[in-house]
């Protein structure tokens, strides 16, 4: 074998090895992007945003140290929100999706999973039912100027909104009963009275089967009900019998 030949075979298995070394280590353009993917218990927490509300925005404000702790999805916790997806390498969105509920940790997306209540589950044509685990009361023309329909849990019970609409009244009535008005593009209203506490203001928009509030006694001591009213002309009309439509709903 000459010298010459020597030297090609020589060089032909240099090429070679080099090439399978190439094609051994990936190149970086060419990698796959990493993608864990996102745990189960992440995945089954609720989304949450402005807006939002119920006892799952509570246990965010707390896991974020968000006070007061109102169950109320405001600015203030949309901050909190966005300032951990950005210590977090996420995008600030200030939505919390799996991706947050996971840096979050498990513990806290499973009790917001189990706190998630902010729509019924009872629905019939558009409407919901206003509560869950409740008895059947007073109907209307049950004692001196009862107009609604009494549903008897026990407190902190959810509430729900019958119908979407935008809140016409909010707060406590002269006799102490915490109460919210939601009234429709139409003028027809629903009335709620009795809660523990309210969830939305004066002119806040909601929707049919949103959680409203809790079940509570203001202004009758001793007594945990909802007491709802339909007035199909607001407060410058008179009441419908609520009953019949309830008891559909609630079926």
């Known amino acids: 074998m000459t010298a010459g030949l020597r030297q090609s075979l020589a060089l032909a298995a240099t090429l070679v090895v080099a090439v399978t070394t190439l094609a051994l280590v990936p190149v970086a353009s060419q990698a796959a992007p990493a993608s864990p993917r996102t745990p189960a218990f992440a ?13 799952a925005v509570k246990v965010l404000q707390r896991a974020l140290e968000v006070r007061p702790v109102t169950g109320y999805f405001g600015p203030v916790t949309r901050i909190a929100v966005e300032r951990l997806q950005v210590a977090s390498g996420l995008e600030p969105t200030g939505v919390v999706g799996a991706e947050t509920w996971a840096v979050l940790g498990r513990g806290v997306a499973r009790e917001a999973a189990r706190a998630d209540e902010s729509f019924g589950d009872k629905q019939v044509d558009g409407r919901y039912c206003p509560a869950v685990d409740f008895t059947y009361g007073d109907g209307m023309g049950a004692g ?13 019970t959810p509430i729900y909104a019958v119908d979407s609409g935008r809140v016409t009244r909010s707060g406590y009535q002269g006799n102490g009963a915490l109460i919210l008005d939601i009234t429709d593009g139409k003028g027809s209203m629903w009335f709620y009275g009795h ?17 409203i ?15 709802i009213e339909l007035r199909p ?8 019998d609520a009953e019949p439509i309830i008891r559909r709903l609630c079926a």
């Open 213 to 227: 509030g809790t079940m509570g006694d203001t202004g009758s001591p001793g007594a945990v009900h909802l007491h």
């Open 195 to 211: 809660f523990d506490k309210i969830y939305f203001s004066e002119g806040d928009r909601v929707k049919a089967g949103q959680l």
């Open 43 to 55: 995945a089954e927490a609720p989304e949450l945003g402005t807006g939002s509300t119920g006892e």
């Open 233 to 240: 002309r607001g407060w410058s009309g008179s009441a419908q």
């Open 144 to 156: 001196r100027n009862h107009m609604g329909f009494d549903l008897l849990g026990t407190r902190g």
